[in-house]
């Protein structure tokens, strides 16, 4: 199956500071990326739906100044978490999508805010 | 009411039976169905999707799709205690091929013990 990996895998950072979440199709063009995110014991909440080229849109309750998306191409998108709080302690997992084919997912990125 | 609900179990089964991980929906606009395998720490794996109501089987996984009953379900012949995982369900809106935007029920922990 194609390949999808998220950069990078873990991440800890000081409350207040900004990180960025890299996600890549490495083998395959995306037409669509889904940024999701899941915390202990729960199952994967949608928060955004990237397409290449435009602007995201974002799930309810998910706050757009917040979590910043980017989908410059094809093969790239970028999650960054502004201003991160402790309670932004996550884990991240992007999935891409060709159209026609599967959603992929990545390995996940798991972001620990002091 | 939960828009995909699994029971978070966990179930356990001993190595050789037959695990059943339920699912049901309250859409009845979903079209497409998939079944997920989760590890502890890392991102979900696709198990097997299935669009039209009857039984799929693929190796040892069968899925089982009710529309009228908004249900689906996934037996596990000959469990293994490498199958002991969070299986999640998911469903999308989406028509035909395109996968689209997922929506998870919570996972159902299953444990399979020699």
């Known amino acids: 199956g194609a390949v999808v990996s998220q950069h990078p895998s873990w991440v800890i950072c000081k409350s207040g500071t900004s990180v960025k979440i890299e996600c890549r199709s490495l083998?395959?063009?995306?037409?669509?990326m889904f940024w999701y995110r899941q915390f202990p014991k729960q199952s994967l909440m949608l928060m955004a739906t990237s397409n290449e080229g435009s602007k995201a849109t974002y799930e309810q309750g998910v706050e757009k100044d917040k979590f910043l998306i980017n989908h410059a191409s094809l093969t790239l998108s970028t999650l960054t978490v502004t201003s991160a709080h402790p309670e932004d302690s996550s884990f991240y997992i992007c999935?891409?999508?060709?159209?026609?084919?599967?959603?992929?997912f990545g390995p996940g990125t798991r972001l620990t805010v002091l | 009411q939960k828009e995909v609900e699994q029971n978070s179990g966990p179930l356990s089964v001993p190595e050789g039976a037959i695990a059943s991980l339920n699912c049901t929906y309250s859409d009845r606009g979903s079209q497409s169905f998939f079944w997920y395998r989760q590890y502890s720490g890392k991102s979900p794996e696709l198990i097997m999707f299935?669009?039209?109501?009857g039984d799929k089987e693929d190796g040892r996984f069968t899925a089982q799709l009710n529309k009228a009953s908004q249900y689906v379900s996934l037996l596990i012949r000959d469990s293994q205690p490498s199958d002991s995982a969070t299986y999640l369900c998911?469903?999308?809106?989406?028509?035909?091929?395109?996968?689209?935007?997922?929506?998870f029920g919570q996972g159902t922990i299953l444990t399979v013990h020699p």
């Open positions: 299935i669009y039209s109501n």
């Open positions: 998911a469903v999308n809106n989406a028509g035909g091929t395109s996968y689209g935007k997922l929506t």
């Open positions: 083998d395959f063009q995306a037409t669509t």
């Open positions: 999935s891409a999508e060709s159209a026609g084919l599967e959603q992929f």
